[in-house]
């Protein structure tokens, strides 16, 4: 399973950006999907998630600013992130987790400036 990410960016206070991770590789069936992310000298938290059910889960830091919503179909994840604050500066990884594995994308970088 390879996990291909992009959208990240540089976007001043209360701005948007839109992030998109694709899954793709040999035949696998997907548990969950989510974003983590990690700041400079933190550890990787969780950001959001979501089943195939439709079903979502966010960190309290983002919950009301932040959606996570995904394409079965093809197997992509996207992360619509509003009024961002610089505090949420950092690197954004796709997670992909099927019933026996968990995979990672490579990162994008996300910087909000003040």
């Known amino acids: 399973v390879q996990l291909q990410a992009s959208g990240g960016g540089l976007v001043q206070a209360g701005g948007s950006l839109r992030l998109s991770c694709a899954a793709s590789g040999s035949r696998f069936r997907v548990d969950r999907m989510g974003w983590y992310r990690q700041a400079p000298g933190k550890q990787r938290e969780l950001v959001a998630l979501i089943t195939p059910g439709g079903s979502t889960n966010y960190a309290d830091s983002v919950q009301g600013r932040f959606t996570i919503s995904s394409d079965n179909a093809k197997k992509t994840v996207f992360l619509q992130m509003n009024s961002l604050k610089p505090e949420d500066t950092g690197v954004y990884y796709c997670?992909?987790?099927?019933?026996?594995?968990?995979?990672w994308g490579q990162g994008t970088q996300v910087t909000v400036s003040s």
């Open positions: 997670n992909l987790r099927t019933f026996v594995s968990v995979y």
